[in-house]
């Protein structure tokens, strides 16, 4: 039963930072990639970050220069330290892993439940 527990949302000024982290814990599970996605009341979820196991990272537009994603292998942990943010970072973030349980079977993207971030003006 694999899981994904996140934390570090929370109310911040504009220009302020936080840092958000997400847990994933299981049996046994290998992992290709981890990310994180937001998603805006009514609008469209959007990919913020990517890194594989390997470390190579991928970034949106819109965060490059500010947000820097990591991820600690031997922890299964993922993070997004946020710096510089701005009111329309204003969302709900939600990690995301491909994973498979087994070397035979396919991978499957998990998710977890989500952290408020809120920017104030």
């Known amino acids: 039963q694999v899981q994904l527990v996140e934390s570090g949302g929370g109310l911040v000024q504009a220009g302020g930072s936080l840092r958000l982290s997400c847990a994933i814990s299981?049996?046994?599970?290998?992992?290709?990639?981890m990310g994180w996605y937001r998603q805006a009341p009514g609008k469209q979820r959007e990919l913020v970050a990517v890194?594989?196991?390997?470390?190579?990272?991928t970034y949106a537009d819109f965060v490059k220069g500010r947000f820097t994603i990591s991820r600690d292998n031997d922890k299964n942990t993922v993070y997004l330290q946020m710096n510089s943010l701005k009111p329309e970072d204003t969302a709900v973030y939600h990690c995301?892993?491909?994973?498979?349980?087994?070397?035979?079977?396919?991978?499957?993207?998990?998710w977890g439940q989500g952290t408020q971030v809120t920017v104030s003006s």
């Open positions: 995301n892993a491909r994973i498979k349980t087994a070397w035979y079977m396919n991978w499957s993207d998990y």
């Open positions: 299981g049996s046994s599970f290998s992992i290709a990639a």
């Open positions: 890194v594989t196991s390997g470390g190579a990272a």
